[in-house]
């Protein structure tokens, strides 16, 4: 099968130049990547900033909405392709998903996921998701998604 080329870029492609054939390759910071995704679809996860350098970090997390619980479960042990500000950013497998109130959010997820406070996490969240339908306060059901950077397990890089 024939791999699409993207054009050299200093970030790699777009997440919209993403191809929808199986094999596919681009070029990223550190050279050609090439990707076999599962069926016809690499999942991907978007950051709008990488402001703290957590995604260059081994493992990190992210909180996201409980309402899609159901769906990273269902990506448990998956390569995600990761994104910032729509560009490829690396690859990452999801490595646990679990969930809680924002009111009882670890302390720790707050220094490694937000490098602030507990206090100012929360309001950081608020700030968020409080125009979203499923905000119900501090009572709003988050995940914490745990990935692991540089998985290869549904992915070659070279």
Not at 26 to 34: M, V
Not at 48 to 65: A, E, G, S, V
Not at 115 to 120: E, G, N, S, V, Y
């Amino acid at each position: 099968m024939q791999a699409k080329r993207f054009p050299k870029g200093p970030t790699g492609c777009t997440a919209a130049e993403l191809p929808l054939s199986p094999l596919f390759a681009f070029r990223t910071k550190c050279g050609l990547a090439f990707i076999i995704r599962r069926g016809n679809k690499m999942e991907k996860i978007k950051f709008n900033d990488n402001w703290n350098n957590k995604l260059d970090c081994r493992y990190w997390t992210t909180i996201r909405l409980g309402t899609k619980r159901g769906y990273y479960l269902s990506y448990l042990n998956q390569q995600f392709a990761v994104f910032v500000e729509d560009k490829f950013h690396s690859f990452a497998q999801l490595i646990n998903v679990r969930s809680c109130r924002i009111s009882e959010l670890p302390e720790e997820i707050s220094y490694t996921d937000g490098a602030m406070d507990i206090m100012k996490f929360r309001e950081l969240m608020k700030n968020f998701y409080k125009n979203k339908p499923e905000w119900k306060g501090y009572e709003t059901e988050v995940v914490i998604l745990t990935f692991r950077r540089g998985a290869k397990d549904n992915a070659t890089r070279r």
